[in-house]
């Protein structure tokens, strides 16, 4: 059996029957970094978030609440700044069958609290995205899982009811940060953790606080004493506190400015392509999105080469309404590439019965630089079919909690995920918390399940490209882009000279990564 790497990631053959070179490969380290010096503070400002942030990963669901989360805590897998799946406080993997997975736990590990990691703090961490109670956005991702027991004192084993040979990847993702297990044997969600940081204030909606751990597990990482993370929403009020030097780096940099900032030598930006998509989502439930010419007029209705070069200023290239993008594995080139149709748009109203369409469609500039203009450029494409694309403009604070998945027709974006099926088990399963389109679609659910345990790439592929069909066609979600992280930092900050694109600002872990000089 062959190992294959995906876009420099493991394979997910390396990962079955206990491979010896998959063992091997989940033994590397993360690529060297120049040596850094320790000291200074890091002010950052990110775009996500809202007053009513928690410190609970299983409802983090904003660049705020990820970013601190993962300051403060590890998972037991980690993306790198080579976009390559890593261990973090696993050591290693293995899996004679896909299905059940044993993951060793780093030994010397301590909580900020003192208390040394233990099978019992991950089982109980993991748990918490389980069982019918759990609110958590990521219980899809696990569930799958039949089990979760400890394996001796330094192991965790992971019982799965299907081959899966993505799971290692599965356990990358933000909401599966390892908390402590109590005295009262409660997991501790007060932002204790194993992470390069401590909290100093946890002022959600404002700013936080965070304090370098000096017994971090983690060789040459954490290298700032003191981290301010700032909630600044509007995108050019950020990019004004970058130049006059208030903040050190911005989440999202203001895309009309970025010619004045390019020419202050004090500034670097960096635009790197990944799988960051918008999404117009729609309520695929309830009337009238309910009806597939309806949401087909909608996808016609969107000149997508106009948003890369208008809102985007190129910094991106066009989707084709399904989230994976050209950089993720299992991409179809193939596919014929929906282009904007006003005649196509009308007709499809026509087939619905209709001669016009009037949709409100929310909006924040909280949800990335130019979410505004992209909506208000989307109402001009719309109009010459008979759709009038309102543009409902709603605050920053509050938007996941009051607008997301609660307006009919509202902007969601997303990260890019490792993997396609973590991107589809987190948001078109039919049981997905996080199904914000409402997708309920047969023929996708079965070809999601059965390409998990397909060991054939050719077949896995193929069952992959039918999934991507599927949500173009019959999906409740415009997508027209894949945008770049375009984010800028003052030159007074450094990092490596790889830096992961599944998020902005290094994987979202540019708090531990990045260093003062």
Known sequence: MTLKLLNGSIGRRGFLAGSAAAVGLAHMPLPLRAQAQKGGTFRLSVNQGGTTDTLNPAEANGSQQIMVGWALRNNLTEIGSDNALHPELATSWSSDDA????????QG?????????SPEDVIASLNLHRGEDSTSGAKSLLA????????????????????NADFPFI????????????????????GVGTGGYTLADWNPGIKTVLQRNPDYWKENAAHFDTVEVLLISDSAAATTALVTGEIDAVQSAEYRTLSQLGRDENIAIESISGGFHPTFAMQSGVEPFNNRDVRLALKYGVDRE????????????????????????????????????????????????????SVSLSVSDSLFAGAVDAVTLYREHAAPAGIDVQVAREPGDGYWSDVWMKKPFFTGSW???????????TAYAQNADWNESQFNHDQFQQLMIAARSELDEAKRGQMY????????DEGGSVIPFFRNFVYARRTGVAHSENVASNWSLDGYKAIER????
Do not use: C
Not at 465 to 472: A, C, E, F, G
């Open 514 to 517: 990045w260093w003062a000089v």
């Open 415 to 425: 990260g890019a995920r490792p993997v396609p099926d973590m991107i589809f088990a």
């Open 306 to 357: 106009a948003l890369v070069d208008r809102v985007l200023r190129g910094h991106g290239t066009v989707a084709n309404d399904h989230p994976i993008a050209p950089t993720m594995p299992y991409f179809d080139p193939s596919i014929e590439q929906r282009a904007y149709d006003p005649d196509r748009a009308k007709y499809h109203l026509t087939q619905a019965g209709l001669d016009n369409l």
């Open 99 to 106: 299905a059940t997975w044993i993951f060793q736990l780093r």
């Open 109 to 117: 590990v301590t909580f900020h609290n003192g208390k040394s990691l």
């Open 171 to 190: 356990l990358s993702d933000y909401h599966f940060q390892i908390m402590p297990v109590g005295a009262d044997g409660l997991l501790d969600m007060s």
């Open 465 to 472: 490209s039918d999934m991507q069909v599927i949500l173009r």
């Open 144 to 163: 799958g899982v039949t089990d979760i027991s400890a394996e001796g004192d330094s192991a965790v084993r992971i019982t799965l009811d299907a081959p």
